[in-house]
């Protein structure tokens, strides 16, 4: 009789807050208060009530509450954050979360078990690309260079990342011309 064949879950198909998303949004404001959502296709998939608080940032400090029901019931908690002072010399210093299950400082934070946890909270998790056979990954292997340009191209395509500098092509952009040009001679 063969085997049941089981498909556990990946942290890739996990929900997450990034410290980046929220200094984007303008989150980490003094005071801010808005909700996040996250979408599958056209539809609202999923959303948490987020308020940040940083009223004791100049010790390096804030907290984060996080609202939202899960199976119904309404779920609150506080997450804190920790302001630690940059390694290039500069004012001001990089937040990170304070992951409410393992206490560590981390930059991402994923729902698992109706919480956001932190990595290290998610013992035995994978990722998608380690439980992929061999054959797996023997067949995506030529389509990789394409996957790669496609990203580069997408970072290049913001309005704000420099592509040639004095008329020179920068670092990013000859990588790009040099993938570009071993895709097209394949």
Known sequence: ????????PTIDQLLKLE????????????????????????HLWSS??????LEAASDGW????????????????RVEL????????????V??????RSGQRCRTLYWKGGYFVGRQALAGMLYRSQLQSKAEQAFSRPFKPIIRLSKMQAWLSKPNVRRYYRGK???LMRAYLKRLAAVETT
Do not use: E
């Open 1 to 8: 009789m063969a085997r049941r064949a089981r498909f556990p």
């Open 19 to 42: 410290m980046k998303d929220l200094k984007a949004s303008g989150y980490l404001d003094n005071h801010h208060s808005a909700p996040r959502n996250w979408y599958q296709g056209p």
């Open 48 to 53: 948490v009530a987020i308020t940040v608080n």
């Open 62 to 77: 804030g907290w984060m509450d996080l609202a939202y029901t899960f199976h119904g019931q309404p779920i609150q908690y």
């Open 82 to 93: 920790v302001q630690v002072a940059s390694n290039l010399g500069r004012g001001g210093g």
């Open 95 to 100: 937040w990170y979360f304070v992951c409410p």
């Open 169 to 171: 092509p920068t670092r």
